[in-house]
Structure formats: C-alpha cells, structure tokens
DNA sequence: CTGTTAGCGCGTTCAA
DNA sequence: TTGAACGCGCTAACAG
C-alpha cells in the first residue's frame, strides 16, 4: 500500500497506451479537440486504475495560474464570514476556483501571508480582517506583485486595489440621534480592544466606528466620557464581562453602543442578570447583522446592511479584476449601512 | 506601473550577476554553501529592486512538497476553531509551513476538497469539520493518495489516517447520571439537524453524542422520548429558537442536553425569556468547550475536555506524520471529555 | 481528424 | 560559484 512515486500523466500514457497529450486533453475535457470514445475511456480508466490526479504545481506553473483565490481573515468566529466564504465559494465555482482562506491576527502573520500571496499562492485575495496588521505598506506591497484584490474596508484608499465599503456614519447618526431623543444621555461605547486602547492612550482612533460615534454624539451637544468608553466587542464572553463591569459602576450608562453585533447581544444578556431590562433601563445597539438580532427577545436594533449579508456582487468585482487583464480603473462598491430598529432601543 | 512580467530568479541573476544558483542559495538563506557577505548584499538588493519574489509553483514542483498544511472546517462560526489555527499555526511556523483552510459543507464542497487534496495542494490535512460530507470512501481516497491526515473523529475506524479522538460517553454517562439523581425525569437533546433528522426518521444515528446520550439515558431506566429530540445545536439562532417552542409545548422537559455550547448558551436565555431559570426550572448541559461557560450566570455545566483546549499535540502528530517518510503505525491520541459541573445544573 | 513530439515554465541542486 | 539537468503537466506545431 505504500505509494512508492506518485503517478504522472506519462505513466497513464504508458498504461492507456497513448502520449502525454491525449492524457491532457482528455483530462482536462477539452472540446477543441475531438477523442474518439474508446480512448478517451481507456485514458480515463488508466487513471483511476493508477490512482493519478494531475500535480498542481506542475500545472499552476504551466499555467501561470494558480485557479485559487484566497480569503483573509482576522480570526474564525466573526458570523459575517460564513456568509462571504459562501458567496466566494458559490462564484469560485462558476470558475472553476477554489477558495481557500489564511488567519492574520498579528504582525508576523500578516507578514507571512504577504509573503504567501506575493508567491502567487492565490491569482486574487479578498482581505477581509487583519487589515490593520496588514497596513496600508502591506497592501502596496501586494498591488506592486501585481496581485488582484478587494479590500472590505471603509477608510482604506483605493490605490491599486478594489474596496467594499460599508459607509457607517449615517446609521449611526441615526442611532445616536434615537438614542438622544429618547433622552439617553449617557451612552456608552463597547468597542474594539484596538480602538478603546487607543482613545484611551490619547492617540489618533484609526476606526471609523469609533470616529462616527464621536462624530454623532458631538452633533447633539453630548461628550464622550472617557469612562464609558470600554473594550469587550472582540467577542461574546468579553463583551459579557466588560458590560456587567460597566453597569456595576458608581454612573452606569443608560444606552450602550457595541461595536459588535454579539457583544451587543451579550450586553442585553448581562444587563439582564444585573435585573436591567433592554429597552426600559438600558437601550442596546449593535453593529453588523447577525441571525440572533431577530429572534432573540427583545430583539436587536443594529446599524447593519441593508437586507440580507450577500456578497455575490464582491466575488463579481474580483473575478472580472482577474479575469481582465487591463487593470482598467479601480472600483468601489458601497454598500450604506442603515439604522435597524428593532426591540432593544 | 503595470507589471509587464514577473520577475524570475534569471532577472535577479542577471541583474546581480550571478548566477541563478547563487540566487537560490541566497534567497532560500544556506547555510551549507557559503556565500561571500558582498554577493549576498548584491543579490538582495537585485531582488528588492526589481520586487523579485521565488515563485511557489516552481517550488513545490521541484522540491516535491508544497510547505502548506490544510484546515479542513465544516464552517466558521465554531469557537474551538480559533484555538485549533493558533496551535497549528504556532507549529506550522516552526517548520516554516503556512495554514491554508477549505470550508466543506455539502457534498459537492467535500469532492472539490478532496480533489484540490489529491492535488497536493498542501502536504498534510487536519480535517476537522465535513466529514459526514467527506465520509469513510473519501479519508481512503485521500490515504492512497499518501496524503498524511489527522481526523478529529470519535468514530472514524484509523485505516491509513492519523485520528484525534475525544470520547464522550463517559462524561455523557456522568452529566445525565447528575441529572437523573437531581429527580429529572423529563431530558430533552438539542441536537444537530443532521443527527435529529436520523433519529426521527428512523435511521441508525451515526452521532457518537447521541449514542451516548441515548444509552446513558437507557442506563438509568429513562426513556427516548421522539418529543424531546429536536434539532437546533447548529447555531445560537437555531438553538434558542427550538427551545423556545420546546418550553411553550404541552410537556416541556426540565433538563436539556445540548449537543454544542452554544446551543446551550441559547438555551440558557430562552428559557430565561419564558420567566424560567436555570438551574431550578431547568437543568442546562452543554457540549465542547467555550470560553462563555464561566462567564455567564449561571455559569454553564458542559461535557468537554479538560483543561485549556490546546492542539499542540495534535499538531505535532501531524509534522511528524509529514516529516517522517516510514509511515510507521497509524497514531491515536485519546483526550477523553469530563463533566464539568457549573452553575447550570 | 487523430495522435505525437518537443519544449516551455522556474526554482532547486548536483557535479564540476 | 556556476552550468545544466530535473520535476511534471500543458500545448503549439507537426505527422500520420
């Protein structure tokens, strides 16, 4: 049982008794050239009798393509990513690509997944996290390699590369204006651990959530309060822990802005096992869509997309970039998030 | 600013020159050849100038392996998966082996996987998710193609594949006998579409968790009732969804084995929303582990592994696998759960 | 119209 | 330090 040397195409030749090239053609079903039945079976019996799948190197650096697209992540449990892998997968398919998807969460990573792509490990990439260990420097790098890209992103400059954007500031305009007119007045914001740290070390905050909150806030004559400014949106049990922390204060806050769609749903979860009860004692927005914000109760009011998270038009942009070669000019899809409001405001 | 051609090792030769085998030597960093510090400097600044980067198809052409090892999921919003890629990255970046994940989750996804696998498209695989799609015939596929394999399956008969097993019955048996003697009578699953849809429709339930369940139960003189068998484990929406109908049904359960954590978490909350509470009015388990259980309140009694959920080992076995050519025998490693009671039962 | 030959693509590595 | 063979699938050009 031991595979002793991998069957070639040239040892399916031998066995089918034709040359390498009927192997190819049969292979690969090309309808240019016509294969006369018999030998097409014969070939592709040989096949399967030797086991032989062809060697994608050898094919990728024939081809100088590798029918690969990669997908970058910033860590497994953001629900939105099911949704994008789906559509990638789903047009991949239509081409004949498959997808495959690298983990950035720190500097050395990002390094390494660079690297990756520049060795042309994939003929497009999609970015959608890490990109702040990825860097504007990272991006130019990759543009340089000639390598197709779309960047989710709503503050990136689209300089060699394509960009979703996902426009925020006038959901949560509306949001905080809600809010406001609801005569909440201190409104916390559970952020980003990134974000928070930076507001907090007096730096410049590079999110544009953040900056959209301020900004909105600032509009109605509120101030943010360094205090209510807190980390926990980078996953469920935080966000659980940095709110019953933040309603335990001597100046709880009365509406919590979560820069996350399950912080947010945690934050209704603990504010309910300190006896507050959202909307009445504590309103809850969250950020992004997630299937939750419908059926828990009460439900969720989000700043999200509008309709249903479907990013076949995303995979579209990335496939024409690949497929045209004249770059032609850079593209932007924007796509405006909207105030949903639903039980928790 | 148009990339008229990729730059290749010949460019960087020339453009040092040198030779193409000085470049590399250089590039791949030899320490077995030695290289004056002079010629090193000029081909490293050759390579940066022109933005030269080693083609990987070329590569794994000729050195026969590919430096990539493959995370095969069943999707993404599976919070062990973070730790799962943060072993195997840590171990992969030791040997200087990148992490490339494929999704499977339906059958033609799990063909394409296989193939790209037969492809060598990565010199070893983690499959830790689809493998109901993948199944025996397409491990064996991927055994006689040589391709080193770990499985994480308590099932899997290891014939040609490396296996991660995680046995549950016995902290099943525990968990139930606990809700048995604390006079529950009534003990509802929460379980995975896949596996309620077997039971209900009469089918052999290949689910090693809800064989154990089941047998468990019968253990103690309780019975199967097709009631309380309901699918809803495959995410939070689901979950807190069918227990809501669950607990508004003419005899609801006082117990519910929940086949994934958060499932359970869900749970927790739905019940809560029907003025029920944990763990008086309902015992609450869940399965696997998740960094919530301690978090919430009550915090959540779970069936899992004990200790930090670390795959070092795991990967390890796996680059030893790859890295040793005598097969060797096939390995198992046992990591068999506990109950760990909380505050949810 | 069918099948074959020959050489390409590019980094690696042995022999010189 | 270098020249040249090598790995393997693809395909243009050619032969039957």
């Known amino acids: 049982m031991t595979q002793a040397r991998r069957p070639t195409s040239r040892d399916v030749a031998a ?32 096949a399967e009798e030797l086991g032989y799948a062809p060697d994608r190197a050898a094919r990728m650096l024939r081809r100088r393509s590798t029918e690969q697209i990669c997908l970058v992540i910033g860590s497994f449990g953001v629900p939105v990513l099911d949704q994008l892998a789906a559509s990638l997968h789903e ?27 520049r060795e042309r490990i994939a003929d497009g990439v999609v970015i959608a996290g890490g990109l702040h260990h990825i860097g504007a420097d990272g991006l130019q790098e990759l543009a340089r390699a000639g390598m197709p890209a779309v960047v989710l992103s ?16 006038e959901a949560m305009a509306e949001a905080v204006g809600h809010l406001w007119s609801s005569d909440r007045r201190r409104i916390a914001y559970l952020g980003h651990e990134r974000e928070v740290a ?41 966000g659980y822990r940095a709110v019953s922390a933040l309603l335990s204060a001597p100046r709880p806050p009365d509406a919590i802005v979560a820069a996350s769609s399950r912080s947010a749903v945690s934050t209704i979860w ?9 909307p009445h004692d504590l309103a809850v927005v969250g950020a992004g869509a997630i299937p939750e914000a419908l059926v828990i109760r009460p439900t969720l009011s989000t700043i999200g997309p509008p309709g249903d998270s479907d990013f076949t038009d995303l995979a579209t942009m990335l496939f024409d970039r690949i497929t045209a070669r004249d770059a032609g000019r850079w593209r932007e899809i924007r796509r405006p998030w909207i105030y949903h409001r639903r039980g928790s405001t």
Chains 1, 2 share one sequence.
């Open 198 to 238: 930076q507001y907090h070390a007096g730096l410049q905050v590079d999110s544009d959530r953040f900056a959209a909150f301020a900004t909105a806030l600032e509009g109605h004559g509120g101030r943010l309060d360094a205090d209510l400014v807190v980390a926990g949106a980078d996953s469920r049990a935080e």
């Open 270 to 278: 603990a504010a309910r096992d300190q006896g507050l009860n959202a």
């Open 91 to 117: 047009t991949g398919d239509r081409h004949g690509f498959g997808l495959i998807t690298m983990v950035v969460n720190s500097p050395p990573s990002a390094r390494r997944a660079i690297e990756r792509l």
């Open 154 to 169: 709503n503050a990136m400059p689209a300089d060699g590369f394509d960009v979703y954007c996902e426009p925020e500031s």
């Open 15 to 46: 066995a089918a008794e034709v040359s390498v090239a009927t192997v190819s053609y049969v292979m690969n079903g090309r309808t240019d050239r016509r294969i006369p039945e018999v030998t097409r079976d014969r070939v592709l019996a040989a």
